[in-house]
Each structure stands twice: as structure tokens, then as C-alpha cells.
């Protein structure tokens, strides 16, 4: 049964044991890697049947994926916070990218357990990858709408100028070359790279 009811013998809601086994998984992944994690163990840990935990996680993929899940959308949230600053567009497309490669960056580094497991839904492009991507590309969109509105670059589709930045900083963020690069310092490299397309993009307007 599942719900918002108070299990017997922990205390806990529905949801507060569903946050829970999320914790002490991320815990144990942490300490003995993905591949070596339990559910039963996490179960005994919260002092509740497997039959239980099965209610909100039918399987051990299914709560990998909620913790992959859950640390994406942290991460909508933090590059959201970014387009609503008070800056000019074009500094915020940059500051977004930076911002968006050192989440990405800092996962790899101090989680890297987590990481693969992440790393392996975004390869089999999961539900909730495609409503990540789909959430960043809205918030780039609005970036540069604002930055064609306000005359700082200029683009006959702001879509397909999403799909160009998004292509050409590729490198900076796809989960599996941000692993491959995770032990060089490339911020530098990614505000040039950034910086000099929409400075191009800057110069064709001036230059109509």
C-alpha cells in the first residue's frame, strides 16, 4: 500500500521513507559503489519489509534513478536561479554554461559512484533524462530570446542557435566527456568558447 500513512514500527510517513532509503542509499553507494548495494539492506536499515520498500522502489534500477532524478532536478533549480538574475543576457548564457559545466564537474569529482549510475541513464536516455534536457533547453531559450530582444546578438531562430551553443560546449557538460576531462581545469576554455560565438553573433548585428 502506498500513500501518505504512517508506518507502525519506524514512525514515518510514506514520503519521509521514501527520502530516507534515498539518503542511505547515496550513503552506501558512496562506500561500497553501485553495482554492490542492496536493497534488502536498506530495508533492514529503515527497519521495514522488503515488501515495503518495494512499494516506492520495485527494483534497484528504480532507485538509482530516483536519486540520478533527484540530483537533476537540484540542478534545473540552481541554473534557473541563474536566468532570473539581473545581469545582461549575454553575461547570464555565459555565466549559465559555466555554472551548468561545474555541477556536472563537481558530481564526477566528489561522488563518482553516483556518477556512473547517472551516467549510465543518460546513455539509455531515461524518462527523466529527457525532461532534464528538455528543462535546460527551455531555460537557454529564454536566455537568448532575452539577448535578441535587448539587441546583444542576433538570430533569425533562437532555437537553432540553442542547438549551436548547446553542440559546439558539448565537450563542457555530456556526462561522459565531463568524466573524461574531469581531472583539467577547462572553465577558462568554455567562457572563451562561449564568449566568442555570441561576441560573433554581436558583430553580425552591428555589421546590418
Known amino acids: 500500500m502506498c500513500g501518505d500513512y504512517t508506518m507502525p514500527k519506524t514512525g514515518l510517513t510514506s514520503e519521509k521513507i521514501k527520502e530516507k532509503a534515498l539518503q542511505i542509499a547515496e550513503e552506501k553507494i558512496r562506500y561500497y559503489g553501485f ?35 533527484r540530483w537533476l532536478v537540484q540542478m534545473d533549480n540552481t541554473l534557473e536561479l541563474i536566468t532570473k538574475q539581473e545581469l545582461p543576457p549575454r553575461e547570464l548564457i555565459v555565466k549559465w554554461f559555466l555554472k551548468y559545466h561545474e555541477l556536472k564537474k563537481e558530481k564526477v569529482l566528489k561522488d563518482p559512484e553516483l556518477y556512473k549510475s547517472f551516467n549510465m541513464a543518460a546513455e539509455l536516455l531515461k524518462p527523466f533524462i529527457i525532461q532534464h534536457l528538455d528543462s ?21 531562430s533562437p532555437e537553432y542557435l540553442v542547438r549551436l551553443l548547446f553542440e559546439a560546449t558539448v565537450s563542457f557538460h555530456h556526462p561522459r566527456m565531463v568524466l573524461d576531462h574531469k581531472d583539467e581545469y577547462r572553465e577558462g576554455l568554455l567562457r572563451k568558447l562561449v564568449e566568442v560565438m555570441l561576441e560573433g553573433l554581436h558583430d553580425t548585428e552591428r555589421n546590418q
Open 35 to 69: 553495482e554492490k548495494f542492496r536493497l534488502t539492506d536498506i530495508a533492514k536499515e529503515l527497519k521495514i519489509s522488503q515488501a515495503a520498500l518495494y512499494n516506492h522502489f520495485p527494483d534497484k534500477a528504480a532507485l538509482l534513478d530516483a536519486i540520478s532524478e
Open 136 to 156: 535546460l533547453n527551455q531555460q537557454l531559450l529564454m536566455l537568448v530570446q532575452k539577448a535578441i530582444a535587448t539587441g546583444e546578438i542576433r538570430a533569425e
